[in-house]
């Protein structure tokens, strides 16, 4: 892999944050390798972790009376290590293979490719049976529950129209009301259209009657 080109992901963000404290570089650069099945070099991992503004705690040397980390264990006593003890090709245990699910914030998330790649499940099926998500489109949960990722639950709609959705209050619990409310929305933003039309005429006329 190409370190320039590598691209972390959340998950690795968050993996960074939550190993972070008490480990060297070296240390945590191996583990990151292990758990993500990645070959990233150590001065990108080193250069992200510095991004993030993580920093070990370590001082890079001994202090009087310190008392190293991992004095007599074979192995780092971190509880993600023992991923550092598998032979090169053997996946760690928390390996998820392709089509594994996942919930993140509230949302289901599907592993689409290696090492950890992930989208969005609501996204995936929209897109499996209607083609790619146009741009400035989102794909919105008809009864505004996350967890329903079925195809009859599912409303494109445009961000405009989610923006007016959600300044005027507009989105329910039911997918007939909700389609109703994006009639609603259509009519505010066509009569917000034409006001601003009319404006924008009057500031013409008004410059030539001047």
């Known amino acids: 892999m190409n370190n320039q080109k590598f691209i972390f992901t959340e998950e ?3 993996f960074l944050r939550k190993n972070n404290e008490g480990i060297s570089n070296k240390i945590l650069h191996q583990m990151f390798r292990e758990h993500f ?37 074979s192995m780092p006593s971190h509880p993600n290590s023992v991923k550092t003890q598998f032979k090169k090709g053997q996946r760690p245990t928390s390996f998820k293979e392709i089509g594994s699910e996942r919930i993140v914030e509230g949302y289901y998330e599907v592993k689409v490719a290696n090492p950890s790649t992930w989208k969005a499940k609501h996204r995936l099926i929209w897109e499996e049976h209607h083609g790619p998500i146009p741009d400035g489109h989102v794909v919105m949960f008809a009864d505004q ?31 007939e009301l909700n389609e109703t409310a994006l009639l609603v929305a259509d009519v505010i933003s066509a ?10 005429k009057r500031g013409k006329k008004n410059v030539k009657t001047n």
């Open 145 to 175: 529950n996350p967890m329903n990722c079925t195809i009859d639950n599912l409303m494109l709609v445009s961000r405009g129209q989610m923006a007016i959705l959600n300044q005027n209050n507009l989105l329910q619990d039911s997918k």
């Open 12 to 14: 690795m963000d968050l």
């Open 37 to 73: 099945n990645c070959n990233i070099g150590l001065s990108t991992f080193k250069n992200r972790r510095k991004s993030l503004g993580l920093h070990s705690g370590l001082t890079g040397r001994y202090e009087k009376g310190h008392t190293s980390w991992n004095k007599g264990k």
């Open 191 to 200: 009569t917000y259209q034409r006001k601003k039309s009319l404006k924008k």
